[in-house]
C-alpha cells in the first residue's frame, strides 16, 4: 500500500475526532475530546499538527461554519444529514475557510473522506456541497 501523505492522514484524525465528539452530542469540549481520541490511538506529532488547527477552527467556528453549510444544502437541513457526512462537510468547511489548501484539494481530500467512512452517495453529496460552497466563497 502506498504511503499516504502526512494532510491526508491528519484530515482522516480530524474527522474521528469529530465523529467522536458528534457521538457524544456534541457535548463538551471538542479539543479535549480530540486529544483523549488520539492518545487512544497514539496518533503521531505531525498527524496532530495539521489536524489539530482544524479541529480548534471547527471547535471556534461552528456555528458560522454549520450556517454556511446550511445555505448551500438547499434541501436538507443539517442536523438531518449523517453524522459522517456532517462532520465531512464541516471539516472541508473549516479547510476552505482557511483557505492554505487549493479548493480543488479540500473538495476531494473531503470526498474520499465520505467514501471511505461513508458510502459513495455520501461522497457525491460532500462533492456537491463542497463545490457549492467554495463557489459561493468566491474560492472557484
Known amino acids: 500500500m502506498a504511503r499516504t501523505r502526512v494532510e491526508t492522514r491528519a484530515r482522516a484524525r480530524a474527522l474521528q475526532a469529530l465523529y467522536a465528539w458528534e457521538m457524544r452530542g456534541g457535548e463538551g469540549n471538542l ?4 486529544t483523549q481520541v488520539w492518545d487512544d490511538m497514539s496518533i503521531t506529532p505531525d498527524e496532530r499538527r495539521v489536524a489539530g488547527p482544524l479541529v480548534r477552527l471547527v471547535a471556534q467556528r461552528q456555528r458560522e461554519l454549520d450556517d454556511e453549510l446550511a445555505d448551500v444544502t438547499t434541501n436538507w437541513r443539517l442536523e438531518r444529514i449523517g453524522a459522517i457526512e456532517r462532520c465531512v462537510l464541516r471539516l472541508g468547511a473549516a479547510e476552505l475557510t482557511v483557505g492554505e489548501t ?7 481530500e473531503a470526498v474520499t473522506l465520505a467514501e471511505r467512512f461513508g458510502s459513495s452517495a ?18 472557484m
Open 31 to 34: 479539543e479535549q475530546v480530540a
Open 102 to 108: 487549493p479548493p480543488r484539494v479540500v473538495i476531494q
Open 122 to 139: 455520501s461522497a457525491k453529496f460532500v462533492n456537491g456541497v463542497l463545490d457549492a460552497l467554495a463557489r459561493r466563497m468566491g474560492r
